[in-house]
């Protein structure tokens, strides 16, 4: 079954994508659509297929069934037009090593049609932004490969697209280079630019992402939001309740309807699991009453949401089952 | 304007990681050397003649091993993504891929020539215009050779993923092949201009089905 959510903004459409390659299929009719502004994150084990998709949105790929539109326009037959609305990080990012990132810069600049006179402000405010000023005359053979993905990054937002598609992004960076780079992909989100992303890294994805996909095995098999998932998978709530003072005498007298038991991984700290179905709030609600009525005093009450990366565990155990 | 763009990077490419040095100071050291090798006894022939067929075979299988080692590593590393996510043409990178080395060689070509004919006017205490025919006509033949050896480099470059491979091919291939542009001057020894027809056609086809090659290719 092919998952869509068709709407009428939507930027990017693939509409029942296949892809073989000789006789292994790697996509199986893979339809979705990215909105405007989307920060898409598309996710799923190794081997799913998400490079496949990627190289098919940006053109790489040319020999595939169903189509592939922006904005209308089929990447088959209008993809010159189409190229310039879009930015691409590959997983590897590949320069020809003799050259400076200067040099790099003010090639794909002038192919992706940015004038002369504004190309050069445009490579220091892109260098600048992503904190690689300092290396603009280096060779790339005498950089990092995480400065290498850097660079990458610099070129693929250094035109200003409209989309900008991203294979494994923050793989192979520092945790301070991810947070920036995460930075700069809310900041452009903001501006108006479409993004969409593969990750392993699911705690960026959950920090990024306001729509996901999930792909296993060539095929599309959840697209939404993490909330749609998280309810998708009915996966049982958990309310976490920090205390500042612990009488214990809860251990007796706690009798709430909904709670299907109640773990204290530390002194102080009682995880509360609900039963499926469970109405939160009037669980929370006489969850407070009754632990102040047994001499207890709270200091914290906050009910827990399942990370993405729980959930696509889950998620994936389910569907190998299946 | 993109393939200007892209021959200009490629020429500076070749500049900056010293294939230019190779070919520009190494052929014409190389020429010095047959000369002085020789004991400058070259049966008769013009030096700057017999600079020339060297130049066609050693300078044309030296460019289009270069070529395809260059064309190889950048299909491994995905260098062409980056331009073909652009609005660029896969025919104007095989183009510029051809065109910059074909420019340098046939450079490299011109200046080794000189030291020819410098070496022949030497010998021969001036340059005769028998000598100048004969050097014209060499230099028919070597532009000739190295034009096909440049083009069967660049096919060679997009149809091999190994680079092993692509260098036999190079050695057996590309360099048998440039030899067609000396067969229609064997037939007739007065007609050196018919050089060029192989030295045109050849090269011609050999970008065509190079073009098709990469136009076919999923990166």
């Not at chain 1, 020809?96 to 992706?112: D, I, M, P, Y």
């Amino acid at each position: 079954m092919a998952v869509s959510d068709s709407n009428v903004s939507d930027v990017v459409g693939l509409d029942s994508v296949s892809k073989f390659y000789g006789r292994f299929q790697a996509l199986d009719k893979v339809t979705f659509e990215i909105h405007k502004g989307d920060i898409f994150g598309y996710i799923g084990p190794n081997g799913a297929g998400k490079t496949t998709t990627i190289k098919i949105l940006v053109g790489l790929l040319k020999k595939f069934d169903g189509s592939v539109r922006y904005d209308g326009l089929s990447v088959k037959d209008s993809w010159m037009m189409i190229s310039k609305k879009i930015g691409y990080l590959p997983q590897a990012t590949g320069f020809q090593e003799w050259r400076t990132v200067n040099h790099a810069l003010t090639t794909f600049g002038k192919l992706s049609g940015v004038s002369g006179s504004a190309l050069a402000g445009r490579i220091d405010s892109v260098l600048e932004r992503i904190g690689i000023s300092d290396i603009k005359d280096k060779k790339i053979n005498q950089l990092s490969g995480g400065t290498v993905q850097k660079v990458g990054m610099a070129q693929a937002i250094l035109h200003e697209p409209e989309i900008l598609i991203l294979d494994e992004p923050m793989a192979g960076l520092d945790p301070k280079s991810r947070f920036e780079f995460k930075e700069i992909f809310k900041d452009l989100s903001k501006g108006g630019t479409t993004i969409f992303f593969s990750s392993h890294i699911l705690s960026d994805v959950q920090d990024l992402a306001n729509r996901i996909g999930i792909l296993n095995g060539g095929r599309l098999t959840h697209l939404g939001t993490v909330v749609d998932l998280e309810e998708r998978m009915k996966l049982p709530k958990e309310v976490d309740v920090v205390l500042s003072k612990d009488s214990g005498k809860w251990r007796n007298k706690l009798s709430v309807r909904g709670i299907r038991e109640v773990v204290e991984p530390d002194p102080h700290h009682l995880i509360v699991r609900l039963e499926k179905g469970a109405d939160i709030d009037a669980v929370v609600d006489e969850l407070i009453r009754q632990l102040l009525a047994s001499d207890c005093r709270i200091r914290k009450v906050s009910p827990v949401a399942p990370t993405l990366e729980e959930l696509y565990m889950r998620y994936l155990g389910g569907a190998e089952q299946q | 304007m993109t393939l200007e763009l892209l021959f200009k990077d490629e020429l500076k490419g070749f500049y900056k990681s010293k294939v230019m040095l190779v070919l520009w100071v190494g052929l014409p050291i190389l020429t010095i050397i047959m000369f002085y090798g020789t004991g400058g006894n070259v049966e008769g022939m013009p030096m700057s003649t017999l600079t020339a067929i060297v130049l066609g075979s050693v300078g044309g299988v030296l460019s289009a091993a270069m070529l395809v080692s260059s064309i190889i590593v950048e299909k491994e590393k995905h260098v062409y993504d980056l331009f073909l996510i652009r609005p660029v043409k896969r025919r104007d990178i095989v183009l510029s891929k051809f065109m910059s080395i074909y420019l340098c060689v046939a450079v490299a070509g011109f200046i080794s020539l000189s030291i020819g004919l410098v070496i022949d006017s030497v010998r021969f205490g001036g340059i005769s215009s028998p000598i100048l025919g004969a050097t014209f006509n060499a230099l028919l033949l070597a532009l000739s050779m190295m034009a096909i050896a440049c083009s069967a480099g660049v096919l060679i470059g997009f149809i091999s993923s190994s680079m092993l491979v692509g260098i036999i091919l190079v050695i057996y291939g590309a360099n048998q092949l440039s030899v067609m542009a000396a067969l229609p001057s064997l037939l007739l020894p007065e007609q050196a201009w018919l050089a060029l027809i192989p030295g045109v056609l050849l090269p011609v086809i050999l970008l065509l089905v190079a073009m098709r090659v990469f136009e076919k290719k999923e990166l």
